[in-house]
């Protein structure tokens, strides 16, 4: 979700909340004193050091684990997993919102296996350790004069999370990030590393490009790459039903294009992105980055405040968004900053039909009167041969649901899962769903092969937790 590139005049909107939102954002703020004490946090480890508690991003999973570690090199990984008491769950840079990581046992991240080795101009290939950050592997493409083929909306993913779960941006002929990688090399329970690829132990390769951190700990992969190219984004403000009328014909004029709906609004943003030529970027300032969290933020509390206006407030703040263009590096379009927090549930519907979900969907919001006002991403991601890829074998149409991270989200999903379901939807692995294993088994063909695969590399369960097995039904 780009809140950044959805400016709402925010002075016109703190003008317009006067004395209501003194009263709506003072509402619930909990006393502080600085003569309270914090508990330490944590428990002691075996070792006799201090185990901090996890959380994800945006708070709503955590869990204690009772022992961290941060291996330094693929040795101390396999001498890790080697001597391994306990289960193992991997964890990236905590941007899940499913419980995908929570573990009571041992706590395995590869932050310091970081890095792009090999770079090969000729091949445009490249090798990226799994703890690489996105935003770092878009850093070191760019000094070796390449660029990653597309990316996700953030970049502060670690590889290895984003491949676990099919991380995608949008675009029609542009696939995940899993299928941009060629080669991948991957630690078994045994503490063997295994190196697969289409022509090398290709079922491997097949299930472990959306591996769900469920086979093993992925420690390098070789991606594909693209010559160091620059990119022209821009956004602007067009009516709801033109942004579901135009959807396809604005996905084909672009290389990337992506829509941001808002609830209870008659509006809907638009965001394309291309290539272009570095002697074509004008010399204009950097666009100003401007506020729009806090305006997001004071609108909703305002909201809360007054819902009766919520439709007029909403209109309201969306009037006052101007067309927008930048430029910059390819890395540094498409990695936005975030810190907004918010819950997130995306499914994948298929492409033909993806317009027609997302019309049901703000008509339900209205309908119910939904209290939300959180923009509705959606996107178009080419299909692919991933085999729990939310994409496979079918061109997807994405819709992401967000709130705020301390409002409720869960009747608000509750409400709209069904429809999702009802157009065949298949849900982001890392984000909020309710399905088990046999909903699973139906959306996904070769479900039970992944299931196969994932017990040939860890036949005792090693890397399992509480929400793989309750999705990949292990008992
Ligand atoms: C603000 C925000 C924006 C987002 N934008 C997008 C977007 O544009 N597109 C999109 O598709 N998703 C998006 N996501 C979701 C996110 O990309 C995925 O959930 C991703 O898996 C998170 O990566 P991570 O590094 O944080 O991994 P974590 O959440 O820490 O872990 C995810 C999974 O990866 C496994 N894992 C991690 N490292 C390894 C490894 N080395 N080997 C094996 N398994 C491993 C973990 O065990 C776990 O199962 C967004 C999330 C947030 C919070």
């Given amino acids: 979700m780009n809140f950044d590139r959805i400016k709402l005049n925010r002075r016109d909107l703190l003008k317009a909340s006067g004395a209501a939102l003194v009263a709506a954002g003072t509402a619930g703020t909990t006393a502080c004193s600085d003569n309270v004490k914090p508990q330490s946090p944590g428990i002691i480890g075996k070792d006799g050091k201090r185990v901090l508690p996890w959380s994800n991003w945006s708070g709503n999973q955590h869990c204690q684990p009772t022992q961290r570690l941060v291996p330094k090199n693929e040795d101390e990984l396999i001498t890790a997993i ?54 770092q592997l878009g850093k070191k493409l ?20 984003a491949l676990a779960t099919s991380t995608h941006g949008t675009g029609k002929t542009l696939g995940t990030l899993s299928t941009q990688v060629k080669s991948l ?32 700990v992925v420690t390098k ?25 135009r959807a396809e014909e604005l996905r084909d004029a672009h290389r990337h294009y992506e829509m941001y709906a808002l609830p209870h609004g008659d509006y809907m943003l638009g965001i394309s992105i291309d290539k272009i030529a570095q002697e074509d970027i004008p010399s ?36 006052g968004v101007e067309p927008e263009t930048r430029y910059g590096p390819s890395h540094e379009i498409f990695g936005n900053l975030r810190d907004i927090r918010f819950n997130e549930m995306e499914y994948t519907v298929p492409a033909e039909v993806g317009p027609q979900c997302l019309r049901e969907i703000l008509q339900t919001i209205k309908k119910e009167n939904i209290p939300v006002v959180f923009p509705i991403e959606a996107r178009y991601i080419k299909g692919d041969d991933v085999w729990l890829s939310p994409f496979y074998q079918r061109d997807g149409f994405s819709i992401s649901c967000h709130n705020f991270h301390d409002k409720d989200y869960k009747k608000y999903f509750a409400a709209i899962e069904p429809i999702f379901w009802k157009y065949d ?19 996904y063909e070769r479900f039970d092969d992944f299931r196969r695969v994932r017990a040939e590399m860890d036949p005792h369960g090693l890397f399992l937790n509480d929400h793989l097995r309750k999705v990949l039904g292990i008992v």
Wanted: net charge negative.
């Fill in 82 to 135: 080697k001597s391994a008491q306990q289960p193992i769950r991997c964890v990236g840079s905590g941007h899940s919102f499913s419980a995908l990581v929570p573990t009571g046992h041992t706590l395995l991240s590869l932050a310091r296996l970081r890095g792009v080795d090999n770079t090969d101009l000729n091949a445009m290939e490249a090798d990226v350790w799994a703890g690489t950050r996105l935003s």
């Fill in 142 to 161: 760019w000094a070796a004069d390449m660029s990653v083929i597309n990316m996700s909306d953030i970049d502060t993913q670690a590889f290895g999370g």
């Fill in 185 to 216: 090399r991957i630690a078994n329970a045994g503490g063997d590393i295994i190196e697969c690829s289409a022509d090398n132990n290709a079922d491997l390769f097949h299930a472990a490009r959306n591996n769900l951190g469920a086979l093993g």
């Fill in 221 to 245: 992969a070789r991606i594909r790459t693209e010559k160091a190219y620059y990119l022209k984004e821009h956004s602007w403000m067009m009516s709801e039903e033109e942004g579901l009328e």
């Fill in 284 to 319: 204009v300032p950097p666009v100003e980055s401007g506020d729009a969290y806090e305006a997001f933020r004071t609108l909703a509390n305002l909201i809360d405040y007054l819902p009766f206006l919520r439709s007029w407030l909403v209109n309201f703040g969306a009037g």
């Fill in 425 to 443: 939807g298949r849900p982001h692995w890392g984000k909020i769903h309710t399905l088990d294993a046999k909903e699973f088994a139906a959306r």
